[in-house]
């Protein structure tokens, strides 16, 4: 594409910080948009760690009973059982239970998304229950065509269903819901990305329970493995490409450049709060057209930075932004530490919700760091836009398999996972599934 005006755009004039940006995942997406050695495109990157699906858990109600954190899909269903049966808030009443998912959207990716206790059995639907991965026989599969795990995991939340540990009203809880049921202290577990504490933890102590604790953990392991792997998916927002009748392809490359040297190399921190629209700095510019927002590590990068800021109480040597994230988290724990925090202030609520996030030793972000650093994932084997098949299908496809498992899980047979999986395949669960080998077989 950049070569049919005689000259590659790329190579001509990106800049240093445009590669930086492109190679951030280790040009990972880079190369799957390059294709007999000629770039088709230019990735807008996003971080694949922000989106993977944790568990969430009110650590002071596992405190109250004298429970520890599950760490398998046993300790699981036994905390989700003392959480709906033992009174884990402490006040004489049968009014929490423990876990709560989306059975509206279901497979989400976001709040409440029900892939994790699938992945906990080795089985991945995946975000839009449309994740490819390599099969046993090395093979491009579709995730949820594991019908050994899919049944395992199924039977797993039957039962939980049945004694009224998982919502009993999981049906028409959709992501919104899940956060209230999360916020109001009814609900003891839920799984959602990284983020999945920040509003519960303001929404809990608005509530009247200041000392709720929200804490996270990996997906619990259901396979006796000693540790789950969730599926992780490309990290990919969009593609930018350009027709080849284009008369100047580099206008593309510069305002990609000019996008990166403001959001992710600003020459000093006025340009940063210029250019990302902080405070009384703000110009307006929203990004230009590549709508590029920071580097796309930006938040493993906040969390390696930041938490042992927190913990020494030594913000020098932190970036005006990463010191952005740092005032706030102190300014809360200094409130806390002597017994006045001010859920008014917006400063102390801004630091409550990060603090769940890169300053929590039990939060989120500790614990991807050991899953990122022990590289326990699945790795999506497409890694590339969806084809036309997959436009076209992955709706209808999506909403049989929502469907399917909702059915299972509230009382019928997990056997008709089979029958499912047939009909999955005849409404073009074979054409995506073929479609992903194609690019697979290409790289
Ligand atoms: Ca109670």
Redesign the pocket.
Known sequence: MWRTTGRDAFEEYATDELRAYLNSDGGRMLGTLTIDGRLYGLPRLSNAYDALPMMFVRQDWLDRLGLGMPATMDELMEVARAFTYS?P?G?G????YGLAIDGVDVFTGGMGDANAPFYAFGAYPGPDAMAFIEGSDGKVAWGGANAEGMKKALVFLQEMYKDGSLAKDFITMDSQKVFEEAGSGRCGIWFGPMWGAMQPSTDLMRAGFMDAHVTSGPIPDGLGQGGSRPFLKASIESVFMMSSKCENPEALIKLMNLSIQKMCFPESDDEYNKYAGIGDASSGWKCALTNISGMPFKNYDVFKTVYPAVEKRDPSGLSTEQASYYKPIVQYLDTLAAGAVDLDDGMTAMGIQRYTVFADPQGSYAALDKLIKADQFVYSAYSTGPTKNMAEFAPTLKKLTAETIVKIITGESADTYDSFLENWRKLGGTEVVADAQAWADAQ
């Open positions: 009174d808030d006040n009443a049968n009014d929490t």
